[in-house]
């Protein structure tokens, strides 16, 4: 059974960069067809894509949010990194980790998501 | 604003059907069958329902179905339980340098 889980800081301050990490087991990122990605969650609100990346390490960002975003896989660790600079309050969210299978485009696991909170 | 188009709420008694649209276009829903549909309980992650428009994983209930028409796809719940109370989100490749989308999220009430 695929399990992922997400790590990082509960509060950030505006300006600062959030780095996120979603540990996963019982997968293996290196297999074909797999990415890893993030989605985010502001209470209340909707559902939205921050980044995916592959097992062929191709990544996908947010054309929105691009800018801010970095996602980095490390295979041995069983680990995916994202970053999002300069944070701001409205970046509020609960952030979820996520298996992607590739050639059908959805998600099958989901981590248990951090609520990240973004405040002075 | 989400780019996919899905009725904010929707209610029904139990035992009743209900069908929640999800309305693209055709560079996405109307384009491609790559279209799922995700379950949200209250402060829980979501859980896969549908994938490749109307394709079930192993586990859950065949009361859940799910079809597309031209650029709208449909989820479909029969036999409505209390336990289906939640929100229900709409996904779906779309064209363009590997974009996928959400639907805003229809809130289900079993009344």
């Known amino acids: 059974q695929i399990t992922l889980k997400e790590s990082g800081p509960t509060l950030v301050k505006p300006t600062q960069t959030l780095t996120l990490t979603c540990s996963f087991s019982?997968?293996?990122?290196?297999?074909?067809?797999?990415?890893v990605g993030w989605i985010r969650q502001p209470p209340g609100k909707a559902l939205e894509w921050l980044a995916r990346?592959?097992?062929?390490?191709?990544?996908t960002y947010s054309p929105s949010l691009e800018s801010r975003l970095t996602i980095t896989k490390d295979t041995s660790k069983n680990q995916v990194v994202l970053t999002m600079t300069n944070m701001d309050p409205v970046d509020t969210a609960t952030y979820y980790c996520?298996?992607?299978?590739?050639?059908?485009?959805?998600?099958?696991?989901w981590g248990q998501g951090t609520l990240v909170t973004v405040s002075s | 604003q989400s780019a996919l188009t899905q009725p904010a709420s929707v209610s029904a008694s139990p035992g009743q059907s209900i069908t929640i649209s999800c309305t693209g276009t055709?560079?996405?829903?109307?384009?491609?069958?790559?279209v799922s549909w995700y379950q949200q309980h209250p402060g829980k992650a979501p859980k896969l329902i549908i994938y490749?428009?109307?394709k079930r994983p192993s586990g859950v209930s065949n009361r859940f179905s799910g079809s597309k028409s031209g650029n709208t796809a449909s989820l479909t719940i029969s036999g409505l339980q209390a336990e289906d109370e939640a929100v229900y989100y709409c996904?779906?490749?779309?064209?363009?340098?590997?974009?996928?989308?959400f639907g805003g999220g229809t809130r289900l009430t079993v009344l």
């Open positions: 996520a298996h992607m299978i590739w050639s059908g485009y959805y998600v099958d696991s």
């Open positions: 019982e997968f293996a990122l290196s297999t074909s067809g797999v990415a």
């Open positions: 990346v592959y097992w062929n390490d191709g990544k």
């Open positions: 055709s560079s996405d829903v109307g384009s491609y069958n790559l």
């Open positions: 490749e428009v109307n």
């Open positions: 996904h779906s490749y779309a064209d363009s340098i590997d974009i996928v989308v």
